[in-house]
C-alpha cells in the first residue's frame, strides 16, 4: 500500500516537471520567433560571431546559440551637440553649436565598426570644427557658414564611411562670440542701418525733386504749346478775316466796275449835247471840291444841271 502511493507520488511529481518544462521549452520557442519592424534592422550572433543581419519582417532565433546584438534604426537620425569653444585666427574665443544629419548605411560596420559611434560623431565634429576655425578670422566666420558647414560635412563623411554612416548636412546651429564682440557689433550694425536710412532718404529727396522738376518742364512745354496753337489760331483766324474782307473788297470793285461799264453803255448811248457837256463840267466841279482846292468857282449856268440831269435820266429809262 505504501509502495503505490510512493510509486503514484514520483508519478504524479514526474507529470508535473514535465509540464513545467514543456511550458518553458514552449515559452522558450513562443519567445524566440521574432518581427523586424519597418525602419529596423537587428545584428544576430551564433556563438559569439556575427551570423546575420535581420531584415523587415518574421524571423526565428535559435535558443542557446543565437543572440541579438543591437537593433540599429536605419532612418536619418539628428544629433544637437553641446557647444564648443573654438578660437579664431585673430584669436577671438566664441561658443559654437554644430547639428548633424546622420544614416546608417551597413548595421554590421555600425555594431562593430567603433564603441559608441554618436559620441565617437561628437569628438570627431568638435575637433573638426575648431580646425577649420582656427584657419579663419571672425568675420569670415560670421559670414561663411555655408563654406564650415559643406567643409565639415566632407570630413565627417569620409571619417565615419567605415563605422557603416552616412553624413548627410552639418549645420551651425549657434555662434556666440563675447558680450563685448556682440555689443561693438551691434554698434556697427546699428551705424550701418543708420548710414542706409539717411541714403535712402536722400535717394527719396532726390527722386522727388526730378519728378517735380520734370512735372514742371512738362507743364512748361504743355503751356508753350497751348500758347503756340492759340497763336496759331489767332492767326489763322485774322488771315481768314483779312481774306473774306478783301474778298468782300474784290467783289464790291467787281460790282463797280460791272455798275460804271453799264453806266458807260448806257452813256455811250446818249448823245453828246450840250446839256452832256455841262453834265461832265460839273462832275469835274465836284473832283476839283473834294477837299484840295481852297477857292472853288461855281458857274453861273448851274441852274442849267437839274434840267441835264432829268434828261439823262429819262434816256436811261428809255
Known amino acids: 500500500m505504501f509502495l503505490a502511493d510512493v510509486v503514484d507520488g514520483g508519478l504524479i511529481a514526474l507529470i508535473v516537471v514535465m509540464s513545467i518544462l514543456g511550458v518553458v521549452i ?6 524566440s520567433f ?3 519592424r519597418q525602419g529596423y534592422k537587428v545584428v544576430i550572433e551564433r556563438l559569439g560571431k556575427y551570423h546575420k543581419t535581420w531584415d523587415v519582417g518574421f524571423h526565428f532565433l535559435v535558443p542557446f546559440f543565437d543572440r ?5 534604426t536605419m532612418k536619418e537620425q539628428v544629433r544637437d551637440f553641446d557647444p564648443q569653444s573654438v578660437i579664431t585666427k585673430d584669436n577671438v574665443t566664441m561658443q559654437i553649436d554644430t547639428v548633424v544629419y546622420f544614416q546608417v548605411t551597413d548595421p554590421k560596420q555600425y555594431a562593430y565598426g567603433v564603441e559608441y559611434p ?8 568638435a575637433t573638426t570644427l575648431r580646425n577649420i576655425i582656427g584657419d579663419m578670422d571672425l568675420d569670415e566666420t560670421l559670414t561663411s557658414r555655408d563654406q564650415v558647414n559643406n567643409r565639415m560635412r566632407i570630413v565627417l563623411d569620409e571619417a565615419t564611411d567605415a563605422w557603416g554612416i552616412k553624413v548627410n548636412r552639418v549645420e551651425l546651429k549657434n555662434i556666440l562670440p563675447p558680450k563685448d564682440i556682440r555689443d561693438a557689433m551691434e554698434r556697427q550694425m546699428r551705424a550701418e542701418r543708420e548710414r542706409r536710412e539717411k541714403i535712402l532718404l536722400a535717394e527719396g529727396e532726390k527722386t522727388s525733386a526730378i519728378l517735380i522738376a520734370e512735372g514742371r518742364k512738362q507743364s ?8 503756340k ?16 474782307i478783301k474778298e468782300a473788297e474784290a467783289n464790291s470793285v467787281l460790282m463797280l466796275k460791272e455798275a460804271e461799264a453799264k453806266g458807260l453803255e448806257l452813256i455811250k448811248n446818249v448823245k453828246v449835247t450840250s446839256e452832256v457837256i455841262e453834265l ?3 462832275d469835274t466841279l465836284a473832283k476839283v471840291a473834294d477837299g484840295q482846292a ?10 442849267k444841271l437839274a434840267s441835264v440831269a432829268n434828261i439823262i435820266k429819262e434816256s436811261i429809262k428809255e
Do not use: C, H, W, Y
Not at 118 to 125: P, Q, T
Not at 229 to 244: D, M, V, W
Open 280 to 282: 461832265r463840267g460839273l
Open 220 to 227: 512748361m512745354i504743355l503751356n508753350a504749346e497751348a500758347e
Open 294 to 303: 481852297t477857292k472853288i468857282i461855281i458857274p453861273s449856268d448851274i441852274s
Open 68 to 72: 541579438k546584438v543591437q537593433t540599429i
Open 26 to 31: 514552449l515559452a522558450i520557442l513562443f519567445s
Open 118 to 125: 554618436i559620441s565617437a560623431i561628437e569628438n570627431l565634429s
Open 229 to 244: 496753337e492759340s497763336k496759331i489760331r489767332l492767326a489763322e483766324g485774322e488771315a481768314e478775316s483779312i481774306r473774306a
Open 34 to 36: 521574432k518581427i523586424v
